[in-house]
């Protein structure tokens, strides 16, 4: 095979992609900064960005341009790359007691993707069994990836509902997650003056910069010196590509086994659920790491502490912003079709109004000491992100004195070990309707029983109080 010339443009491709996001967000940057309206509505950069290359589609031979394949390929990636570089940064230890918190805080994040799994399925059920019967069934779970996970798993499990027989389920999946990030700031910011105007918090009018918080050394005096012959940042990244590739690796082994050994059930149900998954397991493995490099230094195998939390944190918004703008930008609404429109608006409309209520409710319960803080760290990430929980987050509170910011922060891994099987139900989900209503009765008991173990001191608290007989 000839090698190519320096002049084809397929050497250039990747980075004429690269630079339409990144100089997207610059420019998105710029008109949040300058123009009013936009900057109150505190949209991210990153979904400004998405939607400024989201309308050059619209323009003929500029969106001609923008690889909408190659988006949907940045998405998928950098959600894996992300979750691994959050899941390297070492985090604090916790008490007894906070640890029980930590563990509501995961548990309030599931309830969150189970409401909506149960307002977003069963509205799609009841459309598919009335006026839309040609309706795939289970799409009403893409609410939860779109508006609970965001854009990278809202595309995964679009595509492999794809595979299962929906038309359009990558575009209604990135519709899902764009509509999302416009609930959270827009509802976010009404919610906020509404509280403001009745006395109810008090909001700071203008937020505290990150950079004069930062201490004045951000390194520990246990890593890696500045002087070593390899730089502190490109350490992090070969630890982040490092574990990727082991993910790779192991995606790429279990669908040899799946498809070798499992026939069509491999190909057509666990080869995707596995490559669906591999922000999963990506933080598995980031996890494993973590712990073997903390026995090797315990051990004296390893001399200093090679991750840094602060780059990690730049890392990982690298990873977030690229994946929000490619996300936004990989959105074909031509692939949605006239008949995914209602249901599209309907589970949209239908499953923000739920979960602002119940996200309301329950942080009112769990957390009556900063009820506010906790609801809008929340409502922003169930939403959006868990970076758009912490832009509405620190509109209230700038200097982070509440919880609020590291219960967002720490529920990842309880979250996984409560949610892991929603995941793994959503697939079974999309193989037939009978599937799908049996993941729906599934979603409503766990629903039911997690919200006993959140309410469980208001619940024996009340037991407690009868009189006695």
């Not at 995961?106 to 459309?127: E, K, M, P, R, S």
């Not at 315990?298 to 490619?326: E, P």
């Not at 079709?337 to 309301?360: E, H, K, Q, R, S």
């Not at 799908?436 to 024996?460: H, M």
Request: aromatic content about 12%; glycine content about 8%.
């Amino acid at each position: 095979m000839a090698a190519k010339a320096l002049w084809d443009f397929e050497i250039w491709h990747f980075i004429v992609q690269m630079a339409i996001i990144f100089v997207s967000i610059l420019l998105a940057n710029i008109l949040r900064r300058k123009i009013k309206f936009i900057k109150s509505s505190l949209l991210p950069a990153s979904v400004i960005a998405g939607v400024l290359i989201f309308a050059l589609k619209f323009i003929p031979w500029v969106g001609e341009q923008i690889d909408s394949s190659f988006m949907e390929a940045v998405t998928y990636h950098c959600l894996g790359l992300g979750f691994i570089a959050v899941s390297l940064k070492s985090a604090p230890k916790q008490k007894d007691s906070n640890k029980l918190v930590i563990m509501d805080s995961g548990i309030i994040t599931v309830n969150g993707y189970l409401v909506q799994a149960i307002c977003g399925l069963g509205i799609t059920v009841v459309f598919s069994l009335t006026f839309m019967k040609d309706l795939f069934p289970a799409a009403g779970l893409l609410l939860p990836m779109g508006y609970g996970q965001g854009t990278g798993q809202a595309l995964n499990i679009g595509k492999v509902f794809e595979s299962l027989g929906f038309e359009g389920g990558p575009a209604f999946g990135l519709s899902v997650a764009a509509v999302g990030f416009l609930v959270a700031c827009i509802v976010g910011v009404i919610f906020m003056n509404v509280l403001r105007v009745k006395g109810k918090l008090k909001l700071q009018e203008q937020r505290i910069l990150n950079a004069k918080n930062l201490p004045s050394n951000i390194y520990g005096d246990d890593e890696t010196p500045l002087g070593e012959a390899v730089d502190k940042m490109t350490i992090q990244f070969a630890a982040i590509l490092l574990i990727y590739a082991v993910t790779c690796a192991t995606m790429y082994g279990l669908s040899w086994l799946a498809v070798n050994y499992l026939g069509n059930f491999g190909v057509n149900t666990i080869r995707p659920l596995v490559f669906g998954f591999n922000f999963l397991f990506g933080t598995v493995f980031a996890m494993l790491a973590k712990k073997i490099m903390s026995c090797f230094k315990k051990g004296k195998i390893m001399r200093y502490t090679h991750i840094n939390n602060h780059l990690m944190d730049r890392i990982s918004g690298l990873f977030f912003d690229a994946m929000v703008v490619a996300g936004i930008a990989a959105i074909d609404w031509q692939n949605l079709g006239d008949g995914l429109w209602l249901p599209l608006v309907v589970v949209c409309v239908v499953g923000a109004i739920v979960t602002f209520f119940y996200v309301l409710f329950i942080c009112r319960k769990v957390y009556p000491e900063y009820p506010y803080e906790a609801f809008f760290s929340y409502f922003g990430m169930l939403t959006g992100t868990a970076s758009t929980g912490m832009i509405l987050l620190r509109e209230i509170d700038p200097n982070l004195e509440t919880p609020a910011a590291n219960n967002l922060v720490m529920q990842q891994i309880p979250a996984i070990a409560f949610g892991a099987p929603i995941l793994l139900l959503i697939p079974f989900a999309g193989k037939s309707f009978d599937n799908s209503l049996l993941v729906l009765g599934i979603c409503v008991v766990l629903f039911v029983v997690y919200n006993v173990i959140l309410l469980r001191k208001l619940i024996f608290k009340k037991k407690s109080k009868l009189p006695k007989e």
